[in-house]
């Protein structure tokens, strides 16, 4: 073997060990902040007098915690909407905690499954009728969140989508090809 090719795979080992480190760092970090949120949200529970079972799970690039018990629709609320405050609550938390901004992900009682899943429908079909027409397709307002997973599955379709408007009436338009 070449000494140019050993030090070319000294330098390819090399990266790889140092980014090994990075992306175990990285995860401790979302473990942690998962175990923050999971301690916040424990306490909440506990004040409102409400029984729940706490799943922390890193997801990608964020932290994620789900909330599951017998009934729990007080804190998902109508359309998700104390869900949301909640999500942001325990951000908020993990912010005081740690000083970085948390991308935290919050289901309660798979409330966020669900409408992820119902989603993931809509914009197939809204997909298909773009396809079909030729035409750009608006759906009715989104939060943070629903619109994310409508463009992901517009993305996912090989299409492109937008959003338009200003919050809370903000919108994803799909645009044909």
Not at 47 to 67: F, H, P, T, Y
Not at 133 to 155: C, I, N, Q, T, Y
Request: hydrophobic residues 40%.
């Amino acid at each position: 073997m070449s000494e140019s090719t050993q030090t070319s795979d000294a330098v390819e080992t090399a990266d790889v060990e140092q980014d090994q480190p990075v992306v175990s760092n990285r995860v401790q970090a979302l473990e942690n902040e998962g175990e923050i949120a999971a301690d916040y949200l424990e306490e909440l529970l506990d004040i409102a007098d409400l029984d729940g079972d706490l799943d922390m799970d890193v997801e990608g690039d964020r932290a994620a915690v789900s909330i599951v018990g017998a009934d729990l629709s007080q804190l998902v609320g109508r359309d998700g909407e104390v869900l949301e405050a909640l999500q942001e609550l325990t951000r908020l938390a993990v912010y005081r905690e740690t000083g970085e901004r948390s991308r935290l992900m919050l289901d309660i009682s798979g409330f966020r499954a669900q409408r992820r899943t119902e989603l993931e429908k809509l914009a197939a079909d809204a997909v298909a009728r773009v396809r079909e027409r030729g035409e750009r397709v608006s759906l009715d307002p989104m939060s943070p969140f629903e619109r994310k997973v409508v463009h992901d599955a517009v993305a996912g379709a090989g299409l492109v989508s937008e959003s338009e408007g200003v919050e809370p009436r903000r919108f994803v338009v799909i645009l044909p090809e």
